[in-house]
């Protein structure tokens, strides 16, 4: 089947008023990003939907690229037409007999926004249907259940014939509800957290905490390479690298055994906030998932979320492990965090962390100590790099209209 045009529809953000025209941007430029490789392509987009131009490229790589681009309601391939009754005629036919097989059944389904068509929907269906049994074989019609659905869109520039919707990752475009920090680790859960705060269209800025020399350079590769399969979503993603080994072991020294973790926890969201400010960002994201381990109790999200009034966003707060695994895989980020590598949490985590931390214990045991100095150090001394995701990375957004 020769297809010329994908049709992208976006749903959800279609209802959102006065903002639909930046999402609509939004959108547009995610999809330019991750299509980039297809130079051929041209672009329209009206207020419904954004209609895409093949100009010759094969739309197979192209629909696989657009499956992950949040925003898409569905898309479907199409074939473009003049509207008048004698063009959409051939093209339907040429369109079915190039798809149907022997002994298929199949139903025509016309929507009309061009009012002012010679024909209405139901005239156009019995039309079409009609040219189209008079010049096959062995197809029949059925309208409940048919093997090809056979659906003409008639617009007044153009009439457009498909056959079927993709569906589309679904979500809101990334960028179109803000920035915020992710706190990513080298595990499972952040990395799912962050693509479910994407996909609501949050702009992430990943920050991680490292300790060399008891955490490796291979460790902090792994998240930089979790960076990057999220960067396959969001277009790039920041990645704000800390350094936290004098901090964690200041912890150690000051703090008794069983509330290092707390402490350790408190920590880290304090340096996240402090960049999340500097970032001119307005949330936190965490992979914390209610009674996971021992810092993810009630007990220990009140002790830490203490710290900052910043809201915090925890997408996988009640999603069973199990499921964030399944997740993981489907989105592309299990095979990096099952490698092995430390986390300087895991280094320093004590035999019997406490499961109910209380929080005037801990605020205790760290006023003994100035951590101030050292977050505002670890701040500054941090690293950051621009991740992209090499197959589908771009130079810039250059704007096509
Ligand atoms: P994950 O699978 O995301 O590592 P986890 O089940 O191991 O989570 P914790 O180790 O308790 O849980 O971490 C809880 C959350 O704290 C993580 O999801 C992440 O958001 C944040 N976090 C933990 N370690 C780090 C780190 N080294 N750098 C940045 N954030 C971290
Ligand atoms: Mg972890």
């Not at 993709?166 to 920035?179: D, I, M, Q, T, Y």
Request: include cysteine; aromatic fraction near 8%; hydrophobic fraction near 35%.
């Amino acid at each position: 089947m020769k297809y010329d045009h994908i049709l992208v529809r976006f749903g959800e953000i279609s209802t959102k008023g006065k903002n639909r025209k930046k999402f609509i941007e939004k959108l547009r430029q995610h999809i330019r990003f991750v299509l980039k490789d297809f130079e051929a392509l041209k672009y329209a987009s009206d207020r419904d939907r954004i209609t895409i131009m093949l100009n010759g490229e094969d739309p197979e790589p192209i629909s696989e690229q657009l499956k992950s681009v949040f925003g898409i309601q569905s898309f479907s391939l199409a074939v473009k037409c003049e509207t008048n009754l004698d063009a959409i005629k051939d093209a339907a036919l040429t369109a079915i007999q190039e798809v149907y097989e022997q002994g298929n059944t199949f139903k025509v389904s016309t929507k009309r926004s061009y009012k002012q068509f010679e024909l209405d929907s139901n005239e156009m269906n019995r039309e079409i249907g009609g040219h189209v049994l008079r010049n096959t074989e062995n197809l029949t019609v059925n309208v409940k259940q048919p093997d090809v659905h056979l659906r003409i869109e008639i617009r007044e520039n153009a009439t457009y014939i498909t056959f079927k919707d993709v569906k589309g990752a679904g979500g809101l475009p990334v960028g179109s509800s803000g920035r915020a920090m992710l706190m990513l680790s080298g595990g499972f859960d952040s990395p799912v957290a962050g693509y479910q705060a994407m996909k609501r269209g949050i702009q992430i800025e990943a920050v991680h905490f490292f300790s060399p020399p008891y955490t490796s350079e291979r460790a902090k590769q792994k998240v930089i390479d979790l960076a990057e399969c999220l960067a396959a979503y969001g277009g790039e993603v920041k990645l704000h690298i800390v350094p936290f080994t004098k901090i964690q072991e200041l912890i150690q020294k000051q703090v008794p055994e069983n509330y290092t973790m707390t402490s350790t926890r408190r920590m880290m969201l304090k340096i996240a906030d402090k960049i999340r400010e500097k970032r001119d960002a307005l949330a936190i994201v965490t992979g914390e998932s209610l009674g996971q381990v021992a810092s993810q109790t009630l007990e220990s999200m009140y002790a830490i979320n203490h710290v900052t009034n910043t809201p915090i966003i925890r997408p996988l707060i009640a999603v069973d492990k199990n499921d964030i695994i399944d997740e993981a895989r489907r989105i592309g980020t299990y095979d990096t965090s099952i490698q092995p590598f430390e986390d300087c949490c895991t280094i320093f985590t004590p035999p019997s962390p406490k499961t109910k931390p209380k929080l005037e214990k801990v605020e205790r045991y760290e006023s003994f100590a100035d951590f101030e100095p050292m977050l505002d150090e670890a701040v500054e001394l941090m690293e950051t790099i621009i991740v992209t995701n090499e197959k589908k990375a771009a130079d810039e957004f250059a704007d096509l209209f």
